[in-house]
């Protein structure tokens, strides 16, 4: 199936569009990405194309969310490969605004969301969860969706998001897609690409650690020790851990045992360069 | 004239009105206000009436917009007293949201505008203006009027709601409406009923002190010279001034002689327990 794929960078653009479809009655779902679209990406277009009748993919690399220091100028951008990869699997409207459409000279308006976003990355990314907050409140205020779609490969962003959309009222239903991975069990990522060959067969150990980690959890034994059995050989294969953490599924405050609420494996990791993150559900 | 005036509080009600009146093609303008209303906050919603077909009234105390120790429980509160003024002057709805509305349980979200917040009453009250930007978002994505009025009394406030307007691309027209004063200068306020006796006699000084500030600014004396003749008499009278400044009119970048560019002349001090605010235009 290949499809006509209208790509839109003025907000007026997009307006005009959303309004056609609104008074057609359609249902309008977001998925909004910073690009170098993968499986993971895709799978969550197809979760939007069952829930709505138009969906719209944003591509934006979003530089409030990079800290000094991080990979904001070598973060994979490749505008026409994403187009064609979206074609394929129906997406109706690419929204790709330039820098300044999002944050126009003198821009000065800062969106945080306290408490769920200060554990887990918010310690080590201190802004990062700020610039999400300010770019996905400006997407949902362009776009306008019924449905917004981010994965679960975020977690946190996920919680975050749905927090700022129940804080500020937004008429959207925030879905989570599920987690896509290679054939190894390595979380799909577009900072994959970064890996070194050595990194890249060490890289599916955080999954396994989880997998193991979730096992022990479920059999009673403490977070603690059960981490720190995962974790050593993790850093053995040359895993620099930011974190590995068993959390509450809903608010994220950490738990010490596992005892049958509903509950989250979150980890992070610095591998050579680049830093890896990854989580699975604990419900026993 | 007296009219029906329709007071909501809930925001599923406020939306079911908003999407009937955004169907007959109304022109929809909201006031924010907190209430405690005078003269001032009337000839907003009269200025709201001269632009659209429908007016809401918004009317709640804010509490992320006062600092600890300042007069949060103290705040004038008369809902119906407001109600009667309101329906001589043909608002068509109050929207009176209670705090749980606006600040659910768990509510994390915060919206700062840095730069044009930070000086002036930025200074002596930290978090005023993320409290303001906060609520008036809400407000404004609730109520999802085509103008919103608020008073140039607050003129950074107002500055600060254009510049978070702009940077939300929020489709809305922010107007701003004249000061009120009373025959004797003071600047209508619902802080005015706090002031003792003598304070409510030596309160409109301050006003004097603008007009005779801007005189001398008019005819090329420097800021700094103009303010400490000025100053002086205010601080004789009881006035403890907490700022006295000439900024650029649409920046608020302080200026120290006025040439020819639109200028404002902004003050804030205590006189007694109260804390009064006033300003003017500074235009040759």
């Known amino acids: ?9 003025k907000l007026a653009d997009l307006q005009s569009q959303r ?43 979003n530089p409030k969310q990079f800290t000094q ?33 999002i944050y126009p000279k003198g821009f000065s308006t800062h969106i945080s969301v306290t408490g769920i976003s200060e554990g887990l990355c918010g310690v080590s990314r201190p802004h990062f969860f ?16 019924d449905i917004a779609v981010f994965g679960e490969k975020d977690y946190q962003q996920l919680l975050v998001i749905r927090r700022l959309v129940a804080d500020l009222d937004l008429p959207v239903d925030v ?37 193991e980690t979730r096992a022990q959890l479920l059999q009673g034994v403490p977070m603690q020790q059960a ?16 974190y590995f953490e068993l959390c509450d599924a809903r608010t994220l405050a950490p738990i010490h045992q596992y005892e049958g609420k509903p509950a989250r494996l979150l980890i992070a990791s610095m591998l050579g360069r680049t830093r890896l993150i990854d989580n699975i559900s604990v419900i026993g």
Chains 1, 2 share one sequence.
């Not at 979380?187 to 989880?210: E, F, I």
């Not at 981490?227 to 930011?242: M, R, V, Y």
């Open 69 to 101: 220091g991080e990979d904001l100028d070598q973060y994979p951008r490749d505008l026409a490969a994403d187009l064609d990869k979206l074609k394929t699997i129906g997406a109706d409207l690419v929204y790709a605004p330039d820098v300044e459409q």
């Open 227 to 242: 981490a720190s059995q995962t974790s050593e050989q993790l850093i053995k294969a040359g895993f620099i851990l930011d």
């Open 19 to 61: 309004s056609k479809w609104r008074h057609n009655n359609q249902i309008i779902a977001l998925v909004p990405t910073m690009g170098a679209l993968h499986e993971g990406h895709l799978s969550l277009v197809k979760l939007a194309r069952t829930a709505a009748s138009k969906v719209i993919v944003s591509v934006f690399v």
């Open 175 to 211: 879905l989570g897609g599920p987690i896509v991975r290679e054939s190894d069990g390595l979380a799909l990522s577009s900072r994959n690409v970064y890996l070194s060959k050595t990194d890249r067969q060490s890289a599916p150990l955080l999954w396994k650690a989880l997998i």
């Open 1 to 9: 199936m290949s499809t006509d794929l209208n790509t839109i960078s």
């Open 130 to 145: 700020d610039g999400v907050a300010t770019v996905v409140t400006k997407l949902l205020l362009h776009c306008a969706p």
